[in-house]
């Protein structure tokens, strides 16, 4: 099922058009030596980082405004993207609270990896904070002009990504290299797009369509003899997508069957890669939230 998702877009170009629209705000995350100051660099066109504040006069992350393709964004600055000669080596490593704090500044997390050595626990560890944060989320290999065997590369990734991450299924990869300068478009053209799906709005009527036809291929299972019900369901909020479901036996519905739901969703709604939530709620009658 295919469809223009009209809502968003409609939005998107109204906040572009804004005088005061501050552009999409994006954190690169990522362990240490991954390319993050590089890529930073790159996509600011200048030492820019040096301007940023002293360590130690402020711990807040701020927000480096850049052009791209016409395009305003803002970069998050951390003491992770710095130039390593104004600060110690001790702050330059990100510490997790300090990775929290950059990951709920940003709209999209840009996860960057070295596609050299690629997702390790570590990775994972960043990936998820982001994820539970319900930031939208790309993920950029960087140092691809290190690797030898592009193929094997991208499927291993994408392998590890399918088990360790499946609340991002089909999330944006885009193989960059910050030193070259090379595939920076093809990255932010993902930010874009990842930003994008985070801010749909699915119209409700849609939405229940889907649920009525979810539920009728596959129903809920039955909890103690008795099956929860979903009789309706719409979209509470953007950044990410939230749909209340509302139905009987709501807190009974598993695990299993949520994450059916949220796949399915976003299969049918073409929002790969989008961390998408579902609120369950309790509904006696049927008819009262309906419009
Ligand atoms: N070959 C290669 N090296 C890179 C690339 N990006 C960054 N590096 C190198 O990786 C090292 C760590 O980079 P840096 O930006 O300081 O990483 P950070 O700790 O994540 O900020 C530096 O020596 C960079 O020159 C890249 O695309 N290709
Ligand atoms: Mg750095």
């Known amino acids: 099922m295919t469809f223009v998702i009209q809502t968003s877009s409609f939005r998107l170009e109204r906040r572009r058009r804004s005088p005061l629209a501050e552009g999409i705000r994006i954190a690169l995350i990522g362990r240490p030596n991954v390319g993050k100051s590089t890529l930073a660099n790159a996509l600011l066109g200048e030492d820019r980082m040096l301007t940023s504040p002293e360590p130690g006069t402020t711990r807040d992350a701020i927000a480096t405004p850049f052009v791209w393709k016409e395009r305003e964004y803002r970069l998050i600055d951390t003491a992770g993207l710095r130039k390593k000669a104004r600060i110690d080596e001790k702050i330059e490593q990100m510490s997790v609270g300090e990775t929290i704090r950059t990951v709920r500044e940003a709209h999209v997390c840009v996860l960057v990896l070295d596609a050299t050595t690629m997702l390790e626990n570590q990775d994972l560890q960043i990936a998820r904070l982001a994820t539970e944060e319900g930031r939208a989320i790309v993920v950029c290999l960087n140092k691809w002009d290190l690797v030898e065997d592009a193929q094997a590369a991208l499927r291993k990734l ?110 049918t709604f073409e929002l790969p890669g989008t961390v998408i939530r579902l609120q369950l709620r309790a509904s006696k009658n049927p008819y009262v939230e309906e419009r």
């Open 158 to 267: 994408r392998d590890r990504m399918e088990i360790s991450m499946p609340q991002v299924e089909g999330v944006i990869f885009v193989a960059v290299s910050a030193l070259h300068g090379r595939k920076l478009d093809a990255l932010m053209e993902a930010v874009v797009t990842a930003h994008e799906r985070w801010n749909t709005d699915l119209p409700a009527a849609k939405l229940n369509r889907w649920l009525a036809g979810v539920t009728q291929a596959h129903p809920p299972p039955l909890v103690r003899g008795l099956r929860p019900r979903l009789r309706f369901c719409r979209q509470v909020s953007t950044r990410p997508p939230t749909i209340a479901l509302f139905g009987s036996k709501m807190p009974d519905l598993p695990g299993d069957y949520q994450r059916y739901l949220i796949n399915s969703l976003r299969d």
